[in-house]
Structure formats: structure tokens, C-alpha cells
């Protein structure tokens, strides 16, 4: 049975926060892209994350001018992996649903062929990051151990290299919209609903201006959440270090036992004679540190299930404003 789409809808999703210099431009270039090919004008869902600089008041603009288009409006900034949720559980039925970054370095000739790829039969088509420009070295580095750490500690196979930048088929958004996870990993849920999946190569070009929003500590935080949500290996690998330590400090308890009793000597020294209080010291900062990293890896987990369990809603939308075919389409 063919899995080839019929429909030529695709609906765009650009996450935004503090993007006022990137937005008129980004939406243009898409619109070239994709009016230049046979697909009609894709719809664009705007998810404004908290944003205080002047990004709503563009987006007011580029609707007013565009139409076609819808904003969700955040009552604060939950996230970009929020903003992707709440843009893929508002895309309307049969569209192939794009998620793209608002500052310009995901292109939209790749974006047109990501959905092309799903057109013809995927269900996900991701991109696959070859080169980045605009990083240094130091983040360059960052990025490709984090990608290959998680990969080697995830229990299923999430594509190395590849970000939030990918189409989703109707039924893939239906599925990844149903995830009721209270920190979403993106690229890690929709590698767990398995389907048809393939991965499309791209240079991936430097900011058009501004800041980028993704600091050193909401990096960390990311990579948290993939490697929490996709992995036990780390609460495994606690138990692991408890075993082996035990079983070493029962090698050494056996071994200082018989050289007490045996009153072996170490050059000029007996057991009995050694002072201990250094050894002592090194050993209880070692494993006190250890126990405490033990613990941190427990609590992370922990602390997941607890926030889980209060069930608070992802993000909250303050307002919606776009065009009718939008309201239309949410209606039907």
C-alpha cells in the first residue's frame, strides 16, 4: 500500500522569541520558495514564546499583510520545544506540518524539500546538520559530543546531528500531538514513534542578526531532557558504581585485615605503623562526592515524575489572532 500524499497543504511553524530583525525576512524567503514550486502557499503558524522585544508587534504586520497565517501567543516563555508542541497541535488536519527556526538558518529550499520527502512516502523528514556556521569551535565540539553521548546512552536510535528542523505527515503530528510530557525532547519523540523516517543533509548558515536565544545553561537544560526522558542507563550505571565500589572496599578491607594480623611490613613500615588520616581524608571526599553525584542523578529523575504528576498544562496560549481560514480549518 502507498503511503504517497495527495494533499499539497503544509503548514509552517516557526517558534519565535526576541526575532524582530529575522521575521519579515525569514517569511519571504519561504514564501519565494515555496510560491516558485507547484505546492499552494503554505499556511504559518507563528508561537510567540515570551518574547520582549518588538517580534509580536512584527507578527501583527506580516499577518495584516500576508494573511494566511496565525499567531499563538504565549502568557510567558515556556520553551522552543513548547512552542514546537503547541504548534503541531494546531496544525490543521491532512497539512504537513514544518518546523523551522525563525532566525534563518534553517533555509526553506530545504524546508520545501523535507516536505517533498514526506509527499513522497515519509511520514518524518528531518534535517541532518553537515556544517555549521556562526559557532565557534568550543560549541561546535559541545553539540557533536552531546549528540553522540546521547545516542550512546538512549534506548532507541535518535539521528546524530539533526535538530528540531523536520516535516511531519498528518498522522506523525497527530501522534507526536497526543504526547502529554511535561519537558518534551522533539527529535527524541518523534524518533520513538518509529514510521517512516528519513534524514535530508544540509549546510546550515549563520543567524540573518540578533542574538541567538539558546544560552549555555538552556543548552544544558535540553540535554537534560533528552537524556533523562530517552535513557535509564544513567540510574543503571549508579547501581553499577555502588556494586563495584563495594566490592573493592571488601578487597580492601580483606587485604589491610591480613596484613594486620600478619604484621607484613612495607620497607621500614608495618601496617600498624602507617598514619592513615591522609588516605582517610582523599578516600572520604571521593566517595562522598561520588554519593553525591549518585543522588543529583536520582533526584533529576525524580524531580521529572514529581513535575509529571502535577499534570500542569505545557504552555498556555494568552491569545490567537490570524486569518479566517485558519479559524475555518480549527472548526471543521
Not at 516558485?36 to 508587534?57: A, C, M, Q
Not at 546521547?150 to 500531538?177: E, H, M, N, T, W
Not at 519523540?189 to 549546510?203: D, E
Not at 525524580?302 to 486569518?323: H, M, N, S, Y
Request: proline content about 4%; some cysteine.
Amino acid at each position: 500500500m502507498s503511503n504517497v500524499l495527495n494533499t499539497t497543504q503544509s503548514t509552517i511553524i516557526l517558534p519565535v522569541h526576541n526575532e524582530e530583525k529575522n521575521l519579515a525576512r525569514v517569511v519571504e524567503e519561504i514564501d519565494s520558495v515555496f510560491n516558485s514550486s507547484k505546492l499552494v502557499e503554505p499556511f504559518v503558524i507563528f508561537v510567540n514564546d515570551g518574547s520582549y522585544d518588538n517580534s509580536l508587534e512584527v507578527i501583527h504586520q506580516i499577518i495584516a499583510h500576508r494573511g494566511n497565517s496565525c499567531c499563538l501567543n504565549f502568557s510567558r516563555n515556556f520553551g522552543h520545544q513548547a512552542a514546537v508542541m503547541a504548534g503541531l497541535a494546531h496544525t490543521p488536519e491532512q497539512s504537513i506540518a514544518v518546523v523551522m527556526d525563525s532566525d534563518g538558518q534553517d533555509p526553506p529550499d530545504v524546508a520545501l524539500e523535507l516536505v517533498y520527502q514526506v509527499m513522497n512516502g515519509a511520514d518524518i523528514a528531518y534535517g541532518i546538520r553537515k556544517q555549521r556556521k556562526g559557532r565557534n569551535q568550543l560549541k561546535k565540539l559541545a553539540y557533536w559530543l552531546f549528540y553522540r553521548f546521547l545516542s550512546s546512552l538512549s534506548q532507541i536510535k535518535i539521528p546524530l546531528d539533526a535538530g528540531d528542523f523536520c516535516a511531519y505527515s498528518p498522522r506523525a503530528v497527530k501522534f507526536i500531538s497526543k504526547m502529554n510530557e511535561n519537558h518534551p525532547y522533539v527529535r527524541g519523540l518523534r524518533a520513538w514513534i518509529g514510521l517512516t523516517q528519513v534524514g535530508v543533509p544540509y549546510n546550515r548558515p549563520e543567524r540573518y542578526g540578533g542574538e541567538p536565544s539558546y544560552n549555555f545553561t538552556r543548552l544544558v537544560k535540553l540535554a537534560l531532557d533528552g537524556i533523562v526522558s530517552f535513557s535509564l542507563r544513567p540510574l543503571r550505571l549508579s547501581m553499577f558504581l555502588g556494586f563495584i565500589t563495594f566490592i573493592l572496599s571488601m578487597i580492601l578491607a580483606i587485604f589491610y585485615l591480613i596484613t594486620y594480623v600478619s604484621d607484613a611490613k612495607f620497607g621500614n613500615f608495618r601496617m600498624r605503623d602507617v598514619p592513615g588520616f591522609t588516605t582517610l581524608i582523599l578516600t572520604n571526599l571521593f566517595f562522598s562526592g561520588l554519593h553525591m553525584m549518585m543522588l543529583g542523578v536520582i533526584g533529576e529523575y525524580l524531580g521529572r515524575v514529581f513535575e509529571q504528576t502535577k499534570d500542569r498544562p505545557l504552555f498556555i496560549i494568552a491569545e490567537t489572532f490570524g486569518t479566517l481560514d485558519y479559524q475555518e480549518k480549527q472548526e471543521q
